[in-house]
Structures are given as C-alpha cells and as structure tokens.
T-cell receptor, first 112, second 114 residues
Framework: DQQVKQNSPSLSVQEGRISILNCDYT??????FLWYKKYPAEGPTFLIS?????DKNEDGRFTVFLNKSAKHLSLHIVPSQPGDSAVYFC???????????FGGGTRLMVKP | DAGVIQSPRHEVTEMGQEVTLRCKPI?????LFWYRQTMMRGLELLIY????????DSGMPEDRFSAKMPNASFSTLKIQPSEPRDSAVYFC????????????FGQGTRLTVV
C-alpha cells in the first residue's frame, strides 16, 4: 500500500517552459513534505520542502504547492533547464516519526 | 564534511553468497537510514536507526537481511544468503534526528546478484 504516489513515471518538457511534477499521499499524519532530485549514479539530494502549515514555498525557480484537503502536492520548475533533467522523488514525514516515505519518482527530461 | 560514504560502490556476487554493505554517516548525525531502490518499488525504507538503536526495521524484506550500527560512525547492511531478486541500488542516509527532517544520502551501492 503506497502512502506516497507519483502517478507520472516520466515527463518531457521544452527548455524554458514550466515543469509540473505531482504527488499524492494518503496518510493524514504526514505533516512535512520534501522533494529530492536524483541524477544517475548519485544519491538523492534535497531540493525543497514544505510544512503542512503552509500551502506554498518558493526557492528560486522551484516552488512547491500543498493542497491538504486534496492530499496533493506539486513541484513547479520555471523556467525549466536541461540541467534539471533528473528523477524527482516526493517524500513525506509523519508527525509521529522521523522516517521519509518516498513516492516512486518521476523522470523529468528537459529538451533544449 | 565528505557527506555520507558508502562502500563498495558496486558489488557483483553469486547467488547464495553473503554480501555486506557499509555506510559512514555524516559526523554528528544521530539518525541513519538504509533504503533500497528498484524499478518496481522505487525507494523503500529498510531500517532506521536513532542513536545507534534500530527504531523501525519493518521494511527489512526477510530474515536474510540484517543491519547493525555498532557505533555512531558506522553501519552495515548484510544479506545472507543473497538472491538475484536482491539486485538493486542500496542507499544509506543520515540526518540530525528528530526535529531535523532533511536526510543526506550517500551515492549508493549497486548490488548485482547473479
């Protein structure tokens, strides 16, 4: 039973356009959400996070939106760059623990 | 800091052999995690240590898998005997612990069991 789901295994976007990666969760105990980025042959690296008390967090080209009622979050990258091509993992932490629960990942390809 | 260090980077072994993966967390981090990444299941948490004590090992697939953390700077994940379906990339991650939510990952160990 996947508590964090990324329903799109891949996404292709033209350079300069917006990339939108989506994530859904089922556990209402999750109160902190993170996005990790992973290049081939490397470990995931932290990208951006959001607390459940907020609905938006922005860091440069990256913005994460949280819709608690829908149990949905999204990562927006604008403008997209070829160097953004990677696998993006959504992760969540419950208020009862310290463990990250990951989604299955979305492979983003930004075409020049 | 060199970050989380995992060894070996690649391991190829025959079915039935014992495999030991090693991890050195970031100095000062109190929590350590072992994850497995596969195409089918994505990133799965196997086990989580806090202050060298296993807190949650519900993700460990079978008795063939065991993990230890003898001290704050070293952890091992052992598979004995190994099977082809254990082939995956295994990641170790560490964090400061409760209240700090960002985990830092090592580069992973790619395990191939033939």
């Amino acid at each position: 039973d996947q508590q964090v789901k990324q329903n799109s295994p891949s996404l292709s976007v033209q350079e300069g356009r917006i990339s939108i990666l989506n994530c859904d969760y089922t556990n209402s105990m999750f109160d902190y959400f993170l996005w990790y980025k992973k290049y081939p042959a490397e470990g995931p690296t932290f990208l951006i996070s959001i607390s459940s008390i907020k609905d938006k967090n922005e860091d440069g080209r990256f913005t994460v939106f949280l819709n608690k009622s829908a149990k949905h979050l999204s990562l927006h990258i604008v403008p997209s760059q070829p160097g953004d091509s990677a696998v993006y993992f959504c992760a969540a932490i419950s208020n009862a623990g310290n463990m990250l629960t990951f989604g299955g990942g979305t492979r983003l390809m930004v075409k020049p | 800091d060199a970050g989380v260090i995992q060894s070996p980077r690649h391991e190829v072994t025959e079915m039935g052999q014992e495999v030991t993966l090693r991890c050195k967390p970031i100095s000062g981090h109190n929590s350590l995690f072992w994850y497995r990444q596969t195409m089918m299941r994505g990133l799965e948490l196997l086990i989580y240590f806090n202050n060298n004590v296993p807190i949650d090992d519900s993700g460990m697939p079978e008795d063939r898998f065991s993990a230890k953390m003898p001290n704050a700077s070293f952890s091992t994940l052992k598979i004995q005997p190994s099977e082809p379906r254990d082939s995956a990339v295994y990641f170790c991650a560490s964090s400061l612990g409760r209240g700090d939510t960002e985990a830092f990952f090592g580069q992973g160990t790619r395990l191939t069991v033939v």
